[in-house]
């Protein structure tokens, strides 16, 4: 019989269980495994074959008419490509913008909506390295689809015999210009992503942010006579409005690109092209800041 001090007293059980006893990885590869799911989330791996869809078709976007230019090419017996590398890229520069507006809420918000933040920075990672790792995979993300088109065009290139040295070096400045969209789009559009746990809001955000803002900055180089050669210089500060006329311009001066369409976009000069790079810093390394700020809180 059980007496009553017993019944208080409390009784341990073993049932089996054990202490862990293998390695402390640490943050270091807390903060790479956290790079690589975010990666592979950002492409839809590992997840439901429906969230392949987008970030894949968009990927084949940008590839295919880099295939279908060198095919041109080939069929014309052209001596080079019809498009530029760094031009290329500020063609069809919407495709990026909506996998940025598409994947960089599925990166941010989902944690924020299922509230596994805190869990995360329980241990051994800190906040520092969570928003680190997110960029890291965003930014990596962008890139392959920045880069992929134009190392394809480059193959195309070397397989129609054209002149290797003349594509190499233009290919560096298309991966510059890829370097700097991917920088420049992955810190805003995870700061807006951060800032809601609803991943619509979050789209509609970056993809408005960055359509309304190159339509201003279009709009106010227009209006201040910017198609005027005479006046043309002082206009062209109004592509600072825009993340995507900012970096487009600076590439276009550093490199003295924009041949056909992107010919006006230029930035102002080489004291132009100096802030333009400034600002360019500035903003990638600001977002980042008030991303790591708006971790602090959660």
């Given at each position: 019989?059980?007496?009553?001090?017993?019944?208080?007293?409390?009784?341990i059980?073993?049932?089996?269980?054990r202490?862990?006893?293998?390695?402390?990885l640490g943050?270091?590869?807390?903060?790479?495994?956290?790079?690589?799911?975010?990666?592979?989330?950002?492409?839809?791996?590992?997840?439901?074959?429906?969230?392949?869809?987008?970030p894949?078709?968009?990927?084949?976007?940008?590839?295919a008419?880099?295939?279908?230019?060198?095919?041109?090419?080939?069929?014309?017996?052209?001596?080079?490509?019809?498009?530029?590398?760094?031009?290329?890229?500020?063609?069809?520069?919407?495709?990026?913008?909506?996998?940025?507006?598409?994947?960089?809420?599925?990166?941010?918000?989902?944690?924020?909506?299922?509230?596994?933040?805190?869990?995360?920075?329980?241990?051994?990672?800190?906040?520092?390295?969570?928003?680190a790792?997110?960029?890291?995979?965003?930014f990596?993300?962008?890139?392959?689809?920045?880069?992929?088109?134009?190392?394809?065009?480059?193959?195309?290139?070397?397989?129609?015999?054209?002149?290797?040295?003349?594509?190499?070096?233009?290919?560096?400045?298309g991966?510059?210009a890829?370097?700097?969209?991917?920088?420049?789009?992955?810190s805003i559009?995870?700061?807006?992503?951060?800032?809601?746990?609803?991943?619509?809001?979050?789209?509609?955000a970056?993809?408005?942010?960055?359509?309304?803002?190159?339509?201003?900055?279009?709009?106010?180089?227009?209006?201040?006579r910017?198609?005027?050669?005479?006046?043309?210089?002082?206009s062209?500060?109004?592509?600072?409005i825009?993340?995507?006329?900012l970096?487009?311009?600076?590439?276009?001066?550093?490199?003295?690109?924009?041949?056909?369409?992107?010919?006006?976009?230029?930035?102002?000069?080489?004291?132009?092209?100096?802030?333009?790079?400034?600002?360019?810093?500035?903003l990638?390394?600001?977002?980042?800041?008030?991303?790591?700020?708006?971790?602090?809180?959660?």
């Amino acid at each position: 019989m059980t007496t009553r001090s017993d019944a208080h007293g409390g009784v341990i059980h073993d049932i089996g269980y054990r202490p862990y006893t293998g390695p402390r990885l640490g943050r270091r590869y807390a903060t790479r495994s956290l790079y690589v799911q975010s990666l592979r989330a950002a492409f839809g791996l590992g997840r439901s074959g429906r969230s392949k869809v987008l970030p894949f078709l968009l990927l084949g976007g940008m590839a295919a008419p880099s295939l279908a230019m060198l095919a041109i090419a080939l069929f014309t017996q052209q001596k080079s490509m019809p498009m530029d590398y760094a031009d290329y890229l500020a063609s069809f520069s919407v495709l990026p913008q909506i996998f940025l507006a598409a994947q960089a809420p599925v990166l941010m918000s989902r944690d924020l909506r299922h509230h596994v933040v805190p869990l995360y920075f329980s241990r051994p990672a800190t906040r520092g390295d969570y928003v680190a790792a997110k960029f890291a995979a965003m930014f990596s993300a962008l890139l392959i689809v920045l880069a992929l088109p134009l190392l394809l065009l480059f193959t195309g290139a070397l397989l129609a015999e054209f002149p290797v040295g003349d594509n190499l070096v233009h290919l560096l400045y298309g991966l510059v210009a890829a370097v700097l969209y991917a920088l420049l789009y992955s810190s805003i559009g995870l700061l807006i992503a951060a800032l809601t746990p609803r991943r619509g809001f979050g789209v509609a955000a970056i993809m408005g942010l960055l359509m309304i803002t190159r339509a201003l900055a279009m709009i106010t180089f227009a209006l201040n006579r910017g198609y005027d050669p005479l006046r043309e210089s002082d206009s062209s500060w109004a592509f600072l409005i825009s993340p995507s006329t900012l970096v487009e311009a600076l590439v276009n001066r550093l490199f003295s690109l924009g041949d056909g369409g992107s010919a006006l976009l230029y930035a102002p000069g080489t004291g132009g092209a100096l802030v333009f790079l400034v600002v360019l810093l500035a903003l990638t390394a600001g977002g980042h800041a008030l991303t790591l700020r708006r971790y602090r809180n959660v």
